[in-house]
């Protein structure tokens, strides 16, 4: 059984996150959205929140679960038996950070592998910072996020 993780802030989350989450059910046995924390990042919803989010995006996939963790993503893939963790990239930038997240991981283990998935074409720009930024300036975003994910950045205004 392959087993992959796929982690991030998904904050909010967004059609982008929704189209690799697809391509992972459809190539692996099962897998594991972890909603981690960025320290760095200032987020519009709680953990609890952006987990229930994703939990309501992913009914239709019967081998995707959702989790959070406030650690190393490595950390948590070693304490489920998860060899792989996916990195979806839009651009040569997320693939740089990426990069130097996958040799980061190495040295706290060997025995976890990155794969990285391209967005398709018409999602490379949509971004959770950039849909956020959008927001808050009243542009439209509702094609950027699924309707659940809609409806909960208009409660938080």
Do not use: W
């Given at each position: 059984?392959?087993k ?10 967004t ?9 992972c059910?459809?190539?692996f046995?099962?897998?594991?959205v972890?909603?981690?924390?960025n320290?760095?990042?200032k ?7 952006r987990?229930?989010?994703i939990?309501e995006m992913?009914t239709?996939?019967?081998n995707?679960?959702?989790d959070y963790?406030?650690g190393l993503v490595?950390?948590y893939?070693?304490?489920?038996d998860i060899?792989?963790?996916?990195k979806g ?23 976890v592998e ?8 018409d999602?490379?720009?949509?971004k959770?910072?950039l ?9 439209d975003i ?6 659940n994910?809609?409806k909960?950045?208009r409660?938080?205004?």
């Amino acid at each position: 059984m392959i087993k992959v993780l796929f982690p991030g802030t998904f904050d909010p989350p967004t059609k982008g996150h929704l189209h690799i989450i697809n391509r992972c059910a459809k190539l692996f046995d099962h897998v594991t959205v972890l909603v981690g924390v960025n320290p760095e990042k200032k987020n519009m919803f709680s953990g609890e929140t952006r987990v229930k989010l994703i939990s309501e995006m992913i009914t239709e996939f019967s081998n995707v679960s959702v989790d959070y963790y406030n650690g190393l993503v490595v950390e948590y893939a070693k304490l489920h038996d998860i060899t792989i963790i996916i990195k979806g990239l839009r651009n040569s930038a997320d693939y740089n950070y990426e990069s130097e997240l996958e040799s980061a991981n190495r040295i706290v283990s060997d025995d976890v592998e990155t794969i990285y998935i391209n967005a398709r074409e018409d999602l490379t720009g949509v971004k959770s910072s950039l849909v956020k930024e959008l927001f808050r300036y009243s542009v439209d975003i509702s094609s950027l996020v699924t309707p659940n994910v809609y409806k909960a950045m208009r409660g938080q205004q």
